[in-house]
């Protein structure tokens, strides 16, 4: 069953596949996003034609979590990983991510939010 949002969405136009369109009736995985720039990359791009390793940058919804610490810049993948793993508490598209208290690793859960 789909959401209200999704429900007008198509198919894949690829046999045998059943994945949702993005662009030009093709899912993500057969070409319906575009790629890196970037020779010999095959990473999905990102904003200005280039996927985050290489250059790319994408935009940040403000975390609606009351208490949390959410932003609303563009950012890097570098200055993502800076933000989110120098804080006990995180919220990734809807995840709440929990630095473990006895190591320097983190541990993901999931949480309702």
């Known amino acids: 069953?789909?959401?209200?949002?999704?429900?007008g969405?198509?198919?894949?136009?690829?046999?045998?596949?059943?994945?949702?369109?993005?662009?030009?009736?093709?899912?993500?995985?057969?070409?319906?996003?575009?790629i890196c720039l970037r020779p010999h990359c095959t990473a999905h791009a990102r904003g200005n034609a280039f996927c985050l390793k290489h250059g790319g940058?994408?935009?940040?919804?403000?975390?609606?979590?009351d208490g949390s610490q959410g932003y609303d810049v563009?950012?890097?993948?570098?200055?993502?990983?800076?933000?989110?793993f120098t804080s006990?508490?995180?919220h990734i598209?809807?995840?709440?991510?929990w630095k473990d208290e006895d190591s320097s690793t983190q541990v993901p859960n999931v949480v309702e939010t």
């Not at 069953?1 to 429900?7: D, E, G, I, Q, R």
């Not at 940058?57 to 979590?65: L, N, P, Q």
């Open 9 to 34: 969405r198509g198919k894949c136009r690829m046999p045998d596949c059943h994945n949702q369109v993005y662009a030009r009736q093709l899912c993500v995985r057969h070409g319906g996003k575009k």
């Open 93 to 97: 598209d809807g995840l709440e991510v």
């Open 74 to 84: 563009d950012f890097s993948i570098l200055q993502v990983l800076a933000k989110e």
């Open 57 to 65: 940058v994408a935009k940040r919804r403000t975390c609606e979590v």
């Open 88 to 90: 006990k508490r995180v």
């Open 1 to 7: 069953m789909k959401c209200a949002f999704h429900k």
